[in-house]
DNA sequence: GGGTATTTGTCCGTATGTATT
DNA sequence: AAATACATACGGACAAATACC
């Protein structure tokens, strides 16, 4: 068996994808069909299906069909700007949103945790016991569920003033701006750790994601200090990664590229990498 | 049917795996077993084990079992850095990572693309009918493929005195020093686009990743300009969410911080050193 | 609202091929 | 060579979701 049968099913699908015989948004022919002219099972053509699945080109829809799936327009997110302008709760997100999309959030959830039984306790360098308070917000543009985002504070910020830090709701202005009010606390710069990974329960729910699996999350960990090097806020934020993407400006920029708006990639299009490793190979 | 009998086992195997019964390296039982230990059909086994597969939980070997997967050491690249960082850096870095890890990539491969026909066009703000130089590296550390990267560079700089752009093989100091030595050319800054896809066949053959899916890849695309803003270079990496981590820095961090090499990651022990492949460093 | 046809989802049993030990 | 374990492939049955009349 020099290649599988499913196999060969799934390359010509992809290929009437690719070529454009099959436009985003057109409906496959039934599981029926494909059995009927590929002459094959009917399981078949569905391990076939799966792996189109998996490679992002098409979905199932139970009793309608399979459809080749259309890409949502991305949102970016620049990580880089001035290193006292991210709030770490949606102040920037909304500015770079602009115009065309409505985005909206949740009123913050405040909690209270000991340190060393959640997550922040490496990155705010707390010691066993010291308590942290965390802030959650969705977000949403156009309705559509966008990020997860949860910023931890040490207690110790509260205990010299900063009280409207427990308190739900939002913060008029931003954080960074209440704690250089509040407390002379100017925010110098900020690390941010971007991993991707498998959504959880939680995160599979909120983002509505396919069960079974294509969906990654991307996770992004910016822990942000004072002019002493001191970190005052860890933000854990989560998007899914089939309608968000990311930019980083260094150095000299013109502004019509530094400035998101005004490019989009309409995505689809192929790795540049792996057409010129397939080049190679068969060079 | 309130839960699906394959989704039933697959909750209960990843429970097993999550809380430490099934450690890293461990071999599942055999379908064969897990059949009879579930009262399923060796089928309905295997749809749970796709499941862990997708999560990127286990992974099958013919001929000897499922195994829990071990996780690599994740790799960091710091995308910001200074934007006219030329070769040196690079060298220091890849002495850095040298103690414990070997990093290593191939020759660039060269090639002459007419612009419109690959995707550079946009980024590199060229006009139909011109060409665009690519230099296409392979790059491993350890051994493990890790990355693809390639450069694209218009015609131009060639044609303006640049020839060893053309030359298949290192560029000794790099290709910012090159250019600026050639040509006069100093890169001011760069954009720098991340975006997270499913991998195509090339790229999961390269990458060794499961044909099922679960492994993301993670591309960026960043574009260099010069000090009149015209950009200069387009490079595309890409590389395997599961073995990657990137990070940024804006403003004052702690120099611990901003250098990962001290710092210890949540998920493994150690994880040393911002990335740069020696040669084709595009700081 | 109800009923029916269509389409995908789940589950089973079985047989055979391929890789590893 | 033989045994073990996963991979592929088939066919059948019923369930669940959706669309349409």
């Not at 599988?4 to 390359?11: A, S």
């Not at 959640?118 to 156009?142: N, W, Y």
Request: hydrophobic share 30%; aromatic share 6%; proline share 7%.
């Amino acid at each position: 068996m020099p290649e599988p049968i499913y196999r060969r099913i799934y390359e010509d699908l992809r290929r009437q994808i690719e070529n454009g015989e099959l436009r985003p948004g057109a409906q496959l022919r039934t599981e029926i069909e494909l059995r009927d002219h590929y002459e094959a099972s009917r399981n078949t053509v569905r391990d076939a299906i799966k792996l189109l699945i998996t490679r992002g080109l098409v979905e199932t829809r139970p009793g309608q069909g399979t459809f080749v799936v259309k890409k949502m327009e991305p949102f970016v997110t620049t990580l880089t700007g001035p290193p006292d302008s991210s709030s770490g709760e949606g102040d920037t997100y909304k500015k770079e949103v602009g115009e065309l999309r409505r985005p909206s959030n949740t009123s913050p959830e405040v909690q209270i945790h000991m340190a060393g039984s959640e997550p922040a306790t490496d990155e705010l360098q707390l010691s066993e016991g010291t308590t942290v308070v965390s802030r959650h917000q969705q977000c949403f543009i156009d309705d559509t569920p966008w990020s997860l985002q949860t910023s931890f504070y040490p207690m110790s910020l509260v205990e010299r003033g900063a009280r409207r830090l427990i308190q739900a709701g939002d913060i008029k202005g931003g954080t960074v701006a209440y704690l250089k009010e509040a407390l002379g606390i100017k925010q110098a710069g900020y690390h941010e750790a971007i991993t991707v990974r498998a959504p959880d329960d939680v995160e599979s729910a909120f983002f509505k994601l396919a069960e079974d699996g294509g969906v990654s999350i991307i996770e992004t960990r910016r822990t942000a200090f004072d002019e002493q090097g001191t970190p005052v806020r860890l933000t854990v934020s989560v998007y899914p990664a089939d309608r968000n993407q990311f930019a980083v400006n260094v150095g000299k920029v013109p502004p019509e590229i530094e400035d998101p708006s005004s490019i989009s990639r309409p995505p689809g299009a192929r790795s540049d990498a792996s057409t010129a490793t397939e080049t190679e190979r068969n060079g």
